[in-house]
């Protein structure tokens, strides 16, 4: 983990989105973990199991394995938890212990599997995977260089993200879907390359030490 800011107080765990969109969103999500650290609030980014540096396979990664990791990372604080999820990181702090959650743009699992059927039909390797049968032992399939589980795209096909409890959810101004706050900017995760947007970064800081300072009170 990398993490950020005081070493008491208030502390946010965040929960990158999956495959290719945490690549292309982690040097946004360091910047905002950042502006939180100049607001007094502690930040800790995890790479959980088949993530980044961890040295497990992404094909071995498994969803209650994610939401296991993330869970004992919070628990490592020993302070005040909030838990910051971008896309379908909503879908990973379900058996955290947390004081709040705070989500940005997040999305179903049934919504990030069929962009990510999509995007193997448009590389020309559509995937052949029966979401409903639990039985099928069949091996890993490949979806833009990453080799996923079967077990894995099942679990994260009928995954929905925590909608109980202190919640925020936030999304872009373009997103018709239904939210507690609307920001402008542009959707990163969505980017062919990897990017930044600071401006974006400082207003979502912004509205996460807001919105822990209220559930403080």
Known sequence: MVRFGPASGPV????????EEANRTRTFAVG??????????????????????????????????WRTAFAACA??????????AIRGGSLVDHDATVVSRWQFAPAKGEALIRELFRTAHAAGEPVEIDLDAWSDEGGPVTIAGNRLSRPLLRDLNAADCVREGNMRVVRLDTDPAVAD?????????RRSEPGDD????????????????????
């Open 198 to 217: 600071p401006t974006l970064a400082a207003s979502l800081a912004d509205d996460i030490a807001d919105w822990i300072d209220r559930c403080a009170s």
């Open 181 to 189: 706050y609307k920001v402008e900017g542009a959707p990163l995760w």
């Open 32 to 65: 905002l973990l950042r502006k939180l650290a100049d607001l007094g609030i502690g930040g800790v980014l995890p790479d959980l199991p088949g993530q980044n540096d961890s040295p497990v396979a992404t094909e071995h990664a498994m969803l209650a394995g």
């Open 75 to 84: 628990a490592t604080t020993g302070r005040p938890v909030h838990s910051v």
């Open 12 to 19: 946010v765990v965040l929960a990158l989105p999956l495959f």
